[in-house]
């Protein structure tokens, strides 16, 4: 694979916090230099479900590809869907469920990624809650790969198609001279430590974000194929590379794991 063919994403997202945890939460991911000005990405947040504060949802989603929700707790997310438009929507919640019953998406979202009990996030940049960094990294994951330039020619299409249902988040990192195997076998152990089992069919998609600034073809092809190795065969799977990243010879591995259901 060629990983100097170049594309351009245009896509226009949407971050909404809600509750006066997700307020703090985008109020310290906004400082971070790498969300401090990003093209196409935007920022609100929901401090009430009154009408004047939902009529500037509508307005501040109108245009919008995506609309991705931080949250500590998902039923703040109840009967959102009737005050946004139509559009591709998922949650990201610092809240912790259990993975082995079923978890139902509130209507009116397509994806829902929640916390886990064993994340492996790295210790840059630094926040005041480890919950915050949860939404940090997961929101890179799906931002990054559709806001900057692409090596692989991903984009929006391509993450809408996979980005559905029950999210299991995992990340691992590694600066080892053997740092693809490193953290992509981390990430691989944390998703079925955290409830993950690749021999059922439900696992029906899968999305790998690669962070680093020095890519070459043999990390691409090591990590890729234990990804490809690792779901089912039936599984529709996505790879995206992101070269933004300011820790030399890091290598920055987020894989989410989606299911039509439950995990087990």
């Known amino acids: 694979m060629d990983l100097q063919h170049i594309y351009t994403n245009h896509a226009q997202l949407r ?7 997700g307020k703090q939460a985008i109020k310290e991911i906004t ?16 401090s009430n479900k009154g009408e004047p504060e939902l009529d500037r949802l509508k307005q501040f989603l109108s245009g919008a590809d995506m609309a991705i929700y931080l949250t500590d707790q998902v039923n ?30 509130p209507s009116g979202f397509d994806a829902i990624n929640t916390n886990n009990p064993k994340l492996n996030l790295p210790h840059q940049p630094i926040f005041s809650s480890l919950d915050f960094a949860f939404f940090y990294w997961a929101l890179r994951s799906v931002i990054d790969p559709v806001s900057e330039t692409s090596l692989i020619g991903f984009d929006y299409a391509d ?19 053997d740092r693809a195997n490193i953290a992509c076998d981390s990430a691989i152990k944390q998703l079925e430590e955290n409830g993950a089992n690749f021999t059922t069919p439900k696992m029906t998609h899968g999305l790998m974000v690669i962070t680093t600034v020095d890519l070459d073809l043999n990390e691409f092809n090591t990590v890729g194929n234990k990804f490809h190795d690792t779901f089912p065969a039936e599984a529709e799977l996505k790879i995206a590379i992101s070269t933004n990243d300011n820790i030399p010879d890091r290598l ?8 039509d259901s439950q995990f087990s």
Not at 15 to 20: A, K, Q, T
Not at 163 to 168: A, H, N, P, W
Not at 252 to 259: N, P, W
């Open 15 to 21: 971050i909404i916090s809600v509750g006066n945890f």
């Open 31 to 46: 400082s971070t230099q790498h969300f401090a000005s990003k093209p196409g990405v935007s920022f609100h947040h929901l």
């Open 76 to 105: 703040e997310l109840q009967d959102i869907e009737y005050h946004h438009p139509k559009l591709h929507s998922i949650i990201i919640s610092s809240q912790i469920i259990d993975r082995q019953e079923e978890n139902k998406i």
């Open 159 to 177: 993450i809408k198609s996979v980005l559905k249902g029950q999210v299991l988040f995992a990340m691992s990192y590694s600066s080892d001279t």
């Open 252 to 259: 920055v591995i987020s894989i989410m794991a989606m299911s």
